[in-house]
């Protein structure tokens, strides 16, 4: 309730501002699809990241003005929605949707040649299934995920391996990431399970991981509760075999919903709760909001901050030179290893530094400390 | 041997809770006739009310396990009253209650959805994470109890379908609709009952899968299919059909993961093609009606 009465809030703010002379950026989030979980954190540090600019004076004199709109996830009204915020005036939009939500956003955003960027979505193919230069992503890519996660099992020297995901699409492209990433280091992957969405168990998967014998599992999930079930079967089971998971662990949530089962998984993660950038934006969110950020703000609100940058760098609202802008840009932000840049090579569009991740451990219930950064 | 009497178990708990689910389905589709999609969804509510009552108030158990389903029952009640009861009044199609629900499904989703944050709140167990060995049977305590639970259920409405008046006239209803109102059955009294029921099971089916798959507000569509994937394999006929239809589905669906030499992706299409089968050869599934 309270998150819809702050919603109406911004809602009704952004309106107020309606009448000023503001720059309109669009923002397509999911409140009420399979995306939610991520796209509503993301959304809300991205709404906090508009408020500090405006506070600061806003970008080039003017109010930052969101228009958000909501595709729950799903491609087919998605590319719609950017051709409405395209319509009303939108310079820059946002995607905090699900990768092929982002991927269909693109026909338009190419076409009418209006600056896109995804801040969180990690699917690899997004910068390179389509020649759109107007398109960026920042969010750690898929492959830089499991290149961290293997660089730090390397140390392990592990010869044998289970693999378990679970059947959404990022769930799959994940778990494909992470097989061929795997057998090209020369691990063999000797058991590959799927935990489908809403099952009541993940026992049988589990056993036939146990059968197999492996040296550790990796699990390549997105979806919450069906990590859950695959954690609640291995302690279980007694197993002893060491995890390593996805960035999907890294959100908080874990902490309660998964208490008794998490100790001692390793996750990789783009964020460094012991970076100064990452102590001071905390500090300011507790302090607007009264609540305690976690990693998924901080990729909404590295993403408005960049268009901030890009936009002020541009030192106008045309679009053609706010995407020379973006593609020139290198920003420091919260998200990333300490000392993290995002920057865009050459001919790439996609942001986030291939050595910016790192892998941390939980301790008992908590997420702890950092024990490996980068893909060395 | 051993890891198929362990999976046995966890399979057994795993079709209780879709028995429980195709039995509420029963509970109305035998009295009205109307296929109630919602029940997932009041399975769904019935969790976020163990995560609110057991996690966030920490209340014991048994209290607040009585408190959700005297809700849940109220819930079903209500539903029948706003949705089902004036259309019938009306004399529309059976259809339109159908229908009707369906929009009520998304209501229940998305009053939760607007309510809790978007994530996973888990519910407690009530006799935490541990392990019981029993023979050569090994499983979670959560296993059991939801075993044990299930069948005390079903004993408890075969009898009350076999031994008692009510159950009889429930019955009666399920065989003809106007015969029985002629005998001076209180049809919409009937109705109002099952729907209430119907929610009481489907929201006892949530509490007891809730601990192991947590509260989260897509959970429902998945527990409505599975329960009305078992409803079809056991038929809607009797009262067992249900326990019979949720076990042997999800011993397909557990086995075939376990021991079915395909990728373990493709197993998931095992429910679905029980279910076509099933529709395609024995529309009334595996136990008939008594006539």
């Known amino acids: 309730m309270k998150r819809f009465v702050a919603l109406l809030a911004a809602g009704l703010a952004a309106w107020g ?39 600061r004076g806003g970008v080039l004199g003017k109010k930052i003005e969101l228009l958000v709109e909501d595709d729950q996830s799903r491609p087919d009204i998605s590319a719609a929605l950017a051709r409405k915020l395209i319509d009303q005036g939108a ?38 299934q389509l020649p759109n230069p107007y398109f960026w992503q920042t969010g750690p890519l898929g492959s830089i995920q499991i290149a961290t996660l293997l660089a730090h099992a390397r140390s392990k020297n592990l010869k044998r391996v289970a693999l378990i995901s679970d059947n959404s699409d990022l769930g799959q492209l994940l778990a494909r ?23 009541t168990t993940a026992e049988p998967q589990m056993q036939k991981i146990r059968a197999a014998n492996p040296d550790a599992l990796f699990m390549a999930g997105v979806l ?93 609202t045309d679009k053609e030179k706010i995407r020379e802008a973006m593609q020139a840009l290198t920003y420091k932000g919260v998200m990333g290893a300490k000392g993290m840049e995002y920057h865009f090579p050459e001919g790439k569009r996609a942001g986030f530094d291939p050595n910016g991740m790192v892998v ?17 | 041997m051993q890891d198929f009497l362990e999976l046995a178990v966890g399979a057994a708990a795993s079709g209780c809770v879709y028995g429980l689910l195709a039995l509420a389905y029963l509970l109305m589709i035998r009295p009205t006739g109307i296929i109630n999609f919602a029940v997932g969804e009041w399975a769904m509510v019935a969790s976020f009310g163990g995560f609110l009552l057991l996690s966030r108030y920490e209340w014991p158990y048994p209290l607040g396990m009585a408190a959700i389903l005297a809700f849940m029952l109220v819930l079903g009640w209500a539903t029948e009253r706003i949705t089902v009861r004036p259309l019938v009044e009306k004399g529309a199609p059976l259809l339109a209650p159908i229908l009707a629900l369906l929009g009520m499904l998304v209501v229940f989703r998305e009053a939760i959805s607007v309510s ?84 009481g099971i489907a929201g006892l089916a949530g509490l007891l899968v809730s601990p192991n798959i947590s509260a989260h507000y897509l959970m429902g569509i998945p527990l409505a299919i599975q329960g009305f994937t078992a409803l079809v394999i056991g038929g809607v006929g009797r009262v067992e059909g249900a326990l019979l ?24 299409g095992v429910p679905l093609l029980l279910l076509m089968v099933f529709l395609l050869l024995r529309p009334t599934g595996l136990l008939r009606a008594r006539a």
Do not use: C
């Open chain 1, 17 to 55: 501002a309606h009448a000023q002379d503001t720059i309109k950026i669009g923002v397509i989030t999911d409140r009420v699809g399979v995306s939610k979980p991520y796209s509503e954190p993301s959304t809300e540090g991205l709404i906090f990241g508009a408020g500090e600019i405006n506070k």
């Open chain 1, 91 to 128: 310079v820059f939009i946002l995607s905090m949707s699900l990768t092929p939500a982002t991927q269909q956003q693109q026909t338009v955003t190419m076409e009418s040649k209006t600056p896109q960027m995804t801040p969180m979505n990690s699917g690899d193919t997004l910068t390179t």
């Open chain 1, 177 to 199: 990431f992470f097989r061929g990433g795997l057998e090209k280091s020369g691990i063999q992957v000797v058991s590959e399970e799927v935990v489908p969405r809403g099952a």
């Open chain 1, 224 to 316: 919450t509760a069906e990590n859950v079930l695959i954690l609640r079967a291995y302690r279980q089971f007694g197993l002893k075999f060491p995890i390593h998971s996805s960035y999907n662990l890294s959100v908080p949530v874990y902490m309660s919903v998964g208490k008794g089962l998490v100790d001692g998984v390793t996750f990789v993660d783009a964020y460094d709760p012991d970076k100064a950038e990452v102590k001071e934006f905390v500090a300011a969110y507790k302090k607007e909001t009264g609540k305690e950020p976690f990693n998924l703000h901080g990729y909404g609100y590295d993403g408005i901050m960049m268009v901030a940058e890009a936009i002020k760098k541009a030192g106008t």
């Open chain 1, 360 to 376: 941390r451990v939980y301790e008992g219930d908590k997420q702890g400390r950092v024990i490996h950064t980068g893909q060395k």
């Open chain 2, 116 to 199: 809790f944050p978007p994530d996973p709140h888990p519910v407690p167990f009530p006799f935490g994470l541990g392990r019981l060995e029993w023979g050569p049977f090994g499983g979670s305590y959560q296993s059991f109890f939801i075993i044990a639970t299930t069948l005390l259920v079903f004993i408890g409405v075969w009898l009350f379908f076999e031994r008692t008046v009510a159950g009889k006239s429930f019955e009666a209803v399920a065989l003809h609709r106007r015969a029985a109102a002629l005998m001076g059955i209180n049809l919409s009294r009937v109705t109002a009952l099952s729907f209430a029921a119907g929610a």
């Open chain 2, 245 to 268: 239809g949720g076990l042997l589905l999800a011993f397909a669906e557990q086995m075939t993961v376990r021991y079915a030499p395909v990728p373990s992706g493709f197993a998931q």
